[in-house]
């Protein structure tokens, strides 16, 4: 993969939390047809806290949004 395609993906990439923890992680959405909604794609077994159980979902999720240039060396 090359610098271009890797800064790209780690502008969209999100962390998805509980707040107590990181769960997972996730990636941002958009197309100008969703009405300027942002959607967030993730697995399915992120959302629950039984994992593959799917029978007890997570009643908050916190999604973090990574700052490269936060971390950007000066």
């Keep these: ?12 990439t999100v962390r998805l939390g509980n707040g107590k ?3 997972g992680t ?3 959405y958009y197309d100008n047809s969703l009405n300027e909604k942002i959607y967030v794609l993730t697995a399915a077994h992120c959302l ?3 994992r593959d159980g799917y ?8 999604i ?3 700052n ?3 971390y950007r060396a000066l």
Excluded: A
């Design 1 to 12: 993969m090359n610098k271009e395609r890797e800064n790209i993906i780690l502008q969209l």
């Design 21 to 23: 923890s990181p769960i």
């Design 26 to 28: 996730g990636v941002l």
């Design 48 to 50: 629950y806290s039984d």
């Design 55 to 62: 029978t007890n979902p997570y009643e908050t999720i916190c």
């Design 64 to 66: 973090d949004i990574y």
């Design 68 to 70: 490269p240039y936060k």
